[in-house]
């Protein structure tokens, strides 16, 4: 019984497998498409993973492969997304560049989860949707959902948040990044200044890099070390959030159970690789070959979510986390934009 349940499980997983590794490698090359370079590679692979549903019997098949990687290998390439990270570029940013970033995730992460539960978002999708926008877009939302622990039967319903906030993420940083391309001729802003405003204000690397481009070489390479100012703080913001919401969890149960806070090792892997990218001497193609397999990980792990979704659920419950979400990102063009422009 056990061989035959270990034959079924170890299927699943190469079945799994090939499934997302067909969509992570499809929404990487169709990035190179017009247009759909804003959409950026993690949402595609997402969507793709969606229409996979078509065929309800294959994913039924390789459920517990799905799972498996939807869990596991995002994990895997947030700690190779590290290498991405050059910590001495980042100092050489300057003190302006890091406090704009802090700045940036702290407020849009108060202000959109604020909003987001007024309006009456659970809390859940709230948090998700919240460090979405304030960080680094999907690569964010799975990086810190890891940390939002919740029992086993509300797994599910965490895959549909997940999905969610990542959905609403992409669409509004496809919209702002089309946004502030058309607001550039009318601000007169700076090289830098404009580089500061698309790296300090849009959601994805993809957004930023699409955006930042539009006013040439020195706003692109702006914009990038402004939004890997804000990727560096996923790993802070990680522990943060997971312990916040594990003492509002326990503060809002009605048991004396003490439930551990959650320590995001994976994140503690995160930091390591950023190390090692920054001081040894791996060389520039290694590097950039390691933040391929990193988004390749990653586009698996999201291809599998998509692979997971319950489509009525999420239309149901989207519209008040897509307005908080917008709401908070004007708020946040509006901010940046004035910021680069009197310290920058």
């Not at 190469?14 to 017009?34: E, F, K, N, R, Y």
């Not at 950026?40 to 969507?47: P, S, T």
């Not at 492969?65 to 590290?82: A, E, W």
């Not at 692979?307 to 946040?332: D, E, K, Y």
Request: aromatic fraction near 6%; include cysteine.
């Amino acid at each position: 019984m056990m061989t035959i349940r270990t034959t079924l499980i170890t299927r699943s997983f190469w079945g799994a497998t090939a499934l997302t590794l067909v969509c992570a490698v499809a929404g990487s090359a169709l990035t190179q498409l017009p247009y759909l370079n804003l959409v950026g590679a993690l949402v595609i692979a997402l969507l793709l993973g969606m229409a996979c549903q078509v065929t309800p019997s294959v994913i039924q098949t390789n459920r517990a492969g799905i799972g498996f990687i939807s869990n596991k290998f995002l994990r895997l390439g947030i700690i190779l997304l590290g290498f991405k990270l050059n910590l001495i570029q980042l100092a050489q940013a300057g003190v302006k560049t890091i406090t704009l970033a802090a700045v940036v995730v702290t407020g849009m992460v108060l202000l959109t989860y604020n909003l987001s539960r007024k309006l009456g978002v659970d809390r859940e999708l709230a948090i998700l949707t919240a460090t979405g926008t304030s960080i680094c877009g999907a690569a964010a939302v799975i990086g810190v959902s890891p940390q939002i622990k919740v029992a086993p039967e509300q797994a599910e319903h965490q895959r549909e948040n997940e999905v969610l906030a990542v959905a609403i993420v992409a669409i509004l940083g496809t919209v702002f990044t089309l946004i502030e391309i058309g607001l550039k001729p009318l601000l007169h802003l700076s090289a830098v200044q404009f580089g500061v405003m698309t790296g300090g204000s849009l959601h994805e690397i993809a957004h930023a890099v699409a955006a930042g481009s539009a006013g040439g070489p020195v706003s692109l390479d702006t914009a990038i070390i402004t939004k890997l100012s804000r990727v560096l703080l996923l790993a802070p913001a990680a522990l943060i959030i997971g312990w916040w919401y594990q003492k509002q969890t326990m503060a809002a149960a009605t048991t004396n159970e003490h439930t551990k806070l959650p320590i995001p090792w994976f994140m503690a892997g995160f930091l390591l690789t950023s190390i090692l990218g920054t001081w040894l001497p791996m060389g520039t193609a290694i590097i950039a070959g390691l933040v391929k397999l990193a988004y390749l990980f990653l586009g698996m792990a999201m291809a599998a979510l998509g692979m997971s979704v319950n489509f009525r659920v999420i239309f149901q419950r989207g519209g008040n986390a897509f307005l908080a979400a917008t709401l908070a990102s004007v708020i946040l063009l509006t901010g940046v934009t004035l910021a680069s422009m009197w310290f920058f």
